[in-house]
């Protein structure tokens, strides 16, 4: 017992020595919290009612893309003064039921993603029966107005698909892969069509299992060591450009890794030239555009688009650009 | 074990023989096997409607339900397999199984809605069939079996739709004959007092009462307790084992297909990747309903409680505002102590008997 006790207290202090005499002067929590306080301070901006908005997407749990989209509708609803419920399930029945709770509750707005639109056209028209305004985010362009939405906000997946095959013939590029990580994924078969639709070489579809990572990595292995002559990797999500990257680097292939939406880690290989360029279509903006557009709407009936969609991308992004975002990648927000 | 035992004419009356005791009306409620989910859902319910501002408008309950009963509709069948001491992997991806071969069987085919409806009815029954008779003949474990069915349709479901539509998801079916009057059957909404309830929720309670009926008043429902209990004893005495798992497992497909029309007729289009996972909430409904995992023991208003406190879960916490990244630990928690709660009524029950 006793000598148990004399090494409880040799490892407590060596633990406690560890800590305090090994910080990092770079990255970590306090870099974070530094970031924090630099960043943009949250007041109303307004002296409208507080009404409350509700976002109901097709995310699955622990999306960093919707990370940033919310980052971007709270910081409107803060400036707004307004109440921002977010909730989410990928399975097109239960997001359904999701928007039939928000109606329920008698919110004043609803932000809505329609990936599985037959899914989402009665609650959206449930909604509308009780006079609650909708607008559609990120997907959805071509029914957000025949259900009867105010405006669509996002980015047309076949035109980001194009902006990337123009991208391609431009470096050069012979035969591309395109990486489909959700099997049943209307948007991401839009994308890669759009991308066959504009490049001139030719290209090849990769079905993996996004859920999966050391699975996507090993698939993707394969078809590079399968197939020698790919000189360039489309990604459709930016945690997947990393996971290419390594599996480029294991199969000893020559191709350029490119990428859909960004991320930190993304931002940071664009700089380095690991990747070669990446497509975003400006979440920040999806989830603060929308939240600030229901709010022009009750304060002033204003509605932007004029029927079409708002676009918030392609923007192509490369070693160029990249240096500027990584501080904004790093904070979430692109 | 609820077997009838017929009394003897000629018994001596002294004799105080354990099976013809007469007990207590409370006692006997004791050892129901749905008890601890009840009290469970009725902790929820007040836990809700006091945090939850909303929660308690006939609109917002009717909402409830509904999502209940996407669920309590296979947690029936599922539950009555489990009683049956098996499981059931593959019962999430069966339902859009169940939809995309009616969907694409009537568009292709260009025939009358219903005709399509009838062919997904055959085929997921047939799925169901393989799954007992793969059971019954390979005597492997459930759980592989139905797990190789889970995958190879989980690939059906994606590989078939894409090599018929091109697409991910199905054409739509919306204009075609029969249509009106199939979504009537599995996807109308219905306006009781000014609020809308959905069909699926007659469609929940007639299975509840079905199964109950099967499981408590037929010789059907005691093979079902009986192959739970103990296979070989079953056999021993006489019961088809055989049948009763096949005929449990056709059981579960038939929920898959009323499921699977009610996706098809409420959306017109549908996904083929969905349905994955779904599976395990079905069990987790049983299991909270008092299902064990053993077999032999459970019910089928059970099941149902276990898919009301689900859909009270999963909505209520919308309904509170909370973060629904919480909503999985909530979950699993709920499991743990409905279980936990079972188990503990259970030995009490046992232990005054």
């Known amino acids: 017992m006793a000598r148990f006790r004399t090494w409880a207290v040799i490892a407590l202090t060596g633990a406690l020595s560890l800590s305090l005499g090994a910080c990092s002067s770079t990255g970590g929590k306090r870099a974070e919290d530094a970031r924090n306080a630099a960043a943009a301070q949250g007041r109303a901006a307004v002296n409208t009612p507080r009404w409350t908005f509700a976002m109901i997407t097709h995310s699955g749990d622990g999306d960093t ?22 909730s989410h399930d990928d399975d097109a029945q ?37 006079g609650i305004p909708v607008i ?37 590029k012979k035969k591309a892969l395109c ?50 002559s790919i000189d360039s990797v489309v990604t459709l999500g930016a945690p997947y450009a990393d996971t290419a990257v390594k599996a480029k680097g294991d199969a000893g292939s020559k191709a350029e ?41 009750k304060y002033n009936g204003d509605v932007l688009g004029g029927g079409k969609p708002v676009l918030t991308g392609p923007q192509i992004i490369t070693k160029d650009q990249a240096a500027a975002l990584a501080e904004y990648t790093e904070r979430g927000t692109r | 074990m609820s077997a009838t035992v017929e009394k003897t004419a000629d018994e001596p009356p002294k004799t105080a023989d354990e099976r013809i005791l007469q007990t ?25 409607a006091v945090v939850a501002d909303g929660f308690l408008n006939a609109s917002s309950l009717s909402t409830v339900l509904y999502a209940s009963s996407t669920i309590g509709i296979m947690a029936v069948p599922v539950a009555l397999l489990m009683i049956g001491g098996e499981f059931d992997l593959s019962a999430g991806v069966l339902v859009t199984s169940s939809a995309l071969i009616s969907s694409m069987f009537s568009y292709q085919m260009t025939a009358n809605t219903w005709v399509g409806v009838g062919v997904s009815l ?37 590989g078939f739709t894409k090599l018929i539509d091109g697409t991910v998801s199905t054409k739509t079916i919306g204009d075609m004959e029969g249509f009106p009057s199939a979504r009537a059957v599995f996807a109308s909404t219905l306006s009781i007092g000014g609020v ?69 007729f409420s959306f017109d289009a549908v996904q083929s990747g969905e349905g994955v996972g779904n599976e395990l909430i079905y069990i987790i409904a049983a299991v909270i309903g008092g299902c064990l995992i053993t077999g032999g023991y459970g019910s089928a208003i059970g099941s149902a409680v276990g898919a009301l406190l689900f859909g009270m879960t999963s909505k209520g916490i919308v309904f509170a505002e909370w973060n629904p990244d919480w909503f999985k630990f909530f979950l699993g928690a709920m499991l743990l102590l409905a279980t936990l709660l079972n188990a503990w009524v259970k030995k009490r029950a046992e232990a005054t008997a």
């Open chain 1, 65 to 86: 893309f919707w990370d940033i989209v919310q980052n971007g509708a709270k910081q409107a609803a803060v400036k707004d003064n307004i109440n921002f419920l977010y």
């Open chain 1, 94 to 130: 239960q997001q359904a039921q999701l928007v039939d709770a928000a109606v329920d509750k008698k919110v004043d707005g609803i932000i809505l993603t329609l990936a599985k639109p037959d899914a989402m056209k009665a609650a959206v028209a449930r909604a509308e029966k009780a």
């Open chain 1, 136 to 172: 559609t985010v990120n997907s959805g362009s071509e029914e957000s107005k025949a259900f009867g939405a105010l405006a669509h906000i996002g980015q047309d997946e076949t035109i980001a698909g194009e902006a990337v095959g123009d991208e391609l013939n431009k470096r050069g």
């Open chain 1, 179 to 228: 990486v489909l990580h959700e099997q049943g994924n209307v948007g991401h078969e839009q994308r890669c069509d759009g991308v066959a639709k504009t490049f001139r070489g030719t290209l090849q579809k990769l079905y993996v299992n996004g859920t999966n990572m050391p699975d996507v990595q090993s698939a993707i292995e394969a078809k590079l060591q399968a197939d020698r």
């Open chain 1, 257 to 297: 890794i490119d990428t859909f939406d960004l991320n930190a880690q993304v931002a940071a290989e664009l700089k380095s030239g690991t990747l070669g360029f990446a497509v975003d279509q400006q979440p920040y903006l999806q989830g603060y555009e929308a939240v600030d557009l229901l709010w022009a709407y």
């Open chain 2, 24 to 48: 207590s009306p409370l006692k006997k409620l004791l050892s129901r096997p749905e008890l601890g989910s009840v009290v469970g859902a009725l902790a929820v319910f007040v836990f809700f």
């Open chain 2, 122 to 158: 055959l085929v997921t029954l047939a799925v169901g069939a393989f799954n007992g008779f793969m059971l019954t003949r390979t005597r492997l474990p459930s759980f592989i079996i139905t797990l190789g069915t889970f995958l190879m349709l989980t690939g059906l479901n994606l």
């Open chain 2, 196 to 264: 809308d309830f959905k069909v699926t929720i007659l469609w929940w309670l007639g299975l509840v009462a079905l199964a109950s009926w099967i499981l408590l008043r037929t010789r059907a429902g005691n093979w079902i307790f009986a192959v739970g209990g103990n296979q070989d004893a079953a056999r021993a005495v006489g019961v088809p084992v055989a049948a009763t798992k096949i005929g449990l497992y056709m059981g579960v497909a038939f929920g898959a297909w009323i499921s699977g029309q009610h996706l098809l």
